[in-house]
């Protein structure tokens, strides 16, 4: 073949190929980005490609352009051209070379410019809820649904599972492809399992904006209930929460003296739901030991133990995946009149539908909106007639709870995961405060109904009124002294009795 000179070295298949792609790549980019640009949508496949897929796509037919013309260059020295030498001249003084050269210049900038965008977008888009949330949304539908339905909805995702700083941006980028590789080949769990092993200390992340110093005076907050009854009558607890604490603050007495101080703890389940061991460093120095005086550890197990120190999340494990109960939904829908509450019996029959298993969410929509309509038709005819509209509301609402709590895709639900921060329906502060751990000088952490909060008022059934004052809970039905002495996740959720208010009545 006759060595043709003035042809450039690029004139070979793989590079024209390289060309090719580089330029689409470039002109797809471009598109892209104004696309997002003018319309303001983030879409998170087009997010995909426009900060990851032609980015690649550019810088590998840009790698091909050299590439093609090293092989080129390589088949004519060897084919006995020693005019070429080893390494290319550069001769601006040629025209035709300087405009070439001129062209490199030009062309480089472009494309660092290019790739630079790219890869600050991209950053960004990695850190977009849209990303964390909706990329890969049959996994992340619960956590995303109830983010958006909590305090939080306007927290970024990564700002609580990040937080600042390069190194966890790129630890948490390794875990994220091993995720996606999780999520491609259906290898991750059914469930989503917590706690989160290797969550970022909620100190690093929480404390970015909160401020626990802070936390001096009490929190008034009212639990609204109805009974399950035909009027579904109201019960209200009005109570200040006496979230002090932290001893930098003038009242360093109250729930947030755990962050203060340092309290450490055995858990020997993974959900850490019992705890039969604690250690309370006080002031002075001196270590203070609780035992379960039901499940005592012996010298031994606690030596080889794994410890916790406690932190935010050991109280506020959901501050953002909040899921409600159907009868604290319920509760909730009367308050804000989603819900009728004179419809007869509504809270019973709801709760009762929302807590049957369902395969899929299309079931359960049948089901609620026939068991609803079924339920006035048969026992409330003039109900049925008088109320359609309340009764059609009430269908909608029930089926949006189910959606906001029911997850049969995940085979999540509202009590998959517990919230330590209460003791209603899981152990929650009662994990430690059930007054069965002792020390060795015979100190008990207490159980004290007021010792973190104080009942301001009570309305209930039970309550004349025009009654004096509460100063005690009471509860909606007789219970005895079990009040004190049974935790009350025990009969309010699964497991224990058969309770129709916690949502767990199955008939
Ligand atoms: C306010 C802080 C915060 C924000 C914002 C946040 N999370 Fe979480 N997330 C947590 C905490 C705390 C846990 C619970 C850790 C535990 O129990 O160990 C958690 C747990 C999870 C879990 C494990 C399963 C579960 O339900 O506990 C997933 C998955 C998750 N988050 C995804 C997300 C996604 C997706 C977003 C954004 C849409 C998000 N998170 C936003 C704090 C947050
Ligand atoms: C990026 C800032 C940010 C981060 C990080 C953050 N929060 Fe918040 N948090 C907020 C804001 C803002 C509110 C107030 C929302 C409102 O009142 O509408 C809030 C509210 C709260 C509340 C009160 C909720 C209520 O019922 O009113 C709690 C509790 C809380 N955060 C705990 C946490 C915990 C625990 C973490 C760490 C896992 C955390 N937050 C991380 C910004 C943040
Ligand atoms: C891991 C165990 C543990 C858990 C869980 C726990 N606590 Fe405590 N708490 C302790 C210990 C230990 C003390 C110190 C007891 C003492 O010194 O008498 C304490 C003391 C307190 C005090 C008294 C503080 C003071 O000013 O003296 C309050 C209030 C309190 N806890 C509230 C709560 C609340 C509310 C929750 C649940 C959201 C909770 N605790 C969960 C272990 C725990
Ligand atoms: C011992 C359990 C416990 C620990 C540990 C704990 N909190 Fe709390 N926190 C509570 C309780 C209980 C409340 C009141 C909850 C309610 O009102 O429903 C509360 C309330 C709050 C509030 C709302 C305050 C307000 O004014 O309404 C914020 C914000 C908060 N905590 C942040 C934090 C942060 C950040 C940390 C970690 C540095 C932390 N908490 C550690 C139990 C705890
Ligand atoms: C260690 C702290 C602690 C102790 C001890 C404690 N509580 Fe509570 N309790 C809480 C916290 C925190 C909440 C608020 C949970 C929330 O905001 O969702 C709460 C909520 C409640 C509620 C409202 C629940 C609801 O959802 O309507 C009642 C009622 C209540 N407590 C009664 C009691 C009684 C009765 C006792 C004594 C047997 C007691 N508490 C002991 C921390 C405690
Ligand atoms: C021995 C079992 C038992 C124990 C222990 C128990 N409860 Fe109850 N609780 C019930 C029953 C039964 C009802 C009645 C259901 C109804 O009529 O709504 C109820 C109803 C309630 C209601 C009203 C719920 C609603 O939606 O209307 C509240 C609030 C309540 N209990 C709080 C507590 C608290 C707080 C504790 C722990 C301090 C506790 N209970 C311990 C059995 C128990």
């Known amino acids: 073949m006759p060595i043709r000179k003035t042809a450039g070295y690029a004139w070979n298949m793989i590079s024209l190929i390289g060309m090719i792609l580089a330029v689409t790549a470039t002109g797809l980019i471009i598109a892209f980005l104004s696309f997002e640009f ?15 897929l032609f980015p690649g796509m550019l810088i590998f037919g840009l790698l091909l352009v050299p590439i093609g013309a090293y092989r080129v ?13 080893p390494y290319p001249r550069l001769d601006l003084n040629v025209p035709h070379r300087r405009h070439l050269f001129i062209f490199f210049i030009l062309a480089s900038i472009i494309f660092v410019l290019i790739v630079s965008i790219a890869s600050i977008k991209g950053f960004e888009f990695t850190e977009s809820t849209t990303f964390c949330g909706e990329l890969c949304h049959v996994v992340m539908e619960p956590e995303h ?6 305090p939080h909805a306007k927290v970024k995702c990564v700002e609580c599972h990040v937080g600042p700083g390069a190194a966890w941006y790129v630890k948490a980028k390794i875990s994220g492809l091993r995720q996606l590789y999780a999520v491609l080949f259906h290898t991750y769990p059914e469930t989503i399992e917590t706690p989160i092993e290797n969550l970022r200390p909620a100190r690093d992340t929480c404390e970015h904006c909160h401020w626990p110093e802070k936390f001096y005076a009490g929190r008034q907050k009212v639990f609204y209930h109805y009974a399950p009854n035909e009027a579904n009558t109201p019960r209200e607890i009005n109570m200040l929460i006496n979230i002090g604490g932290v001893p930098k603050s003038p009242h360093a007495k109250g729930i947030h003296w755990h962050i203060g101080s340092e309290v450490t703890y055995i858990a020997t389940d993974k959900k ?74 509504v809270k019973k029959v709801a709760v009762e539908l929302l807590t049957k298993p369902y395969k899929t969410t299309e079931e359960a929509n049948t089901s609620i909106a026939g068991g609803i309509q079924d339920y006035y038709n048969k026992n409330y005819p003039k109900v049925a007639a008088e109320k359609a509209a309340a009764i059609k509301k009430a269908v909608v609402e029930v089926q949006a709870i189910y959606r906001r709590n029911f997850f049969p895709q995940m085979k999540v639900s509202w009590n998959t995961y517990p919230n330590h921060i209460g003791h209603f329906y899981t152990p929650g502060c009662f994990r430690c405060h059930d007054g069965k751990h002792k020390s060795a000088q ?19 059934e039970n309550i004349p009124a025009g009654a004096p004052q509460v100063k005690n809970f009471v509860h909606p039905v007789d219970i005895g002294d079990e009040i004190y002495k049974t935790n009350c996740s025990e009969c309010h959720s699964a497991g224990g009795e058969d309770v129709p208010g916690s949502g767990r009545h199955e008939k």
Not at 38 to 52: C, D, N, Q, R, S
Request: aromatic share 8%; hydrophobic share 25%; net charge positive.
């Open 272 to 345: 850490r739901l019992n705890i039969p061991y604690i250690s309370v460093k006080e002031k002075d120095g001196k270590i203070t030991e609780y035992m379960s005086t039901e499940k005592p550890l012996t010298r031994d197990e606690i030596a080889k133990a794994n410890k916790r120190l406690m932190d935010c999340t050991d109280c506020h494990n959901r501050p953002t995946h909040i899921y409600r109960s159907p009868s604290q939904e319920m509760d909730e829908n009367f308050v804000s009149g989603h819900i009728d509450s004179a419809l007869p019996y």
């Open 145 to 150: 649904t109830a983010w958006g339905n909590s």
């Open 442 to 460: 015979g100190k008990v952490i207490s159980k004290d109904c007021n010792l973190c909060h104080t009942v301001l008022g009570q309305k209930q």
């Open 38 to 52: 003018i319309t303001g949508v983030e879409k998170p496949y087009l997010g995909l490609m426009t900060y990851f």
């Open 73 to 85: 260059r390589n088949e004519r020295r060897k084919q006995g051209d020693v005019e070429i030498p």
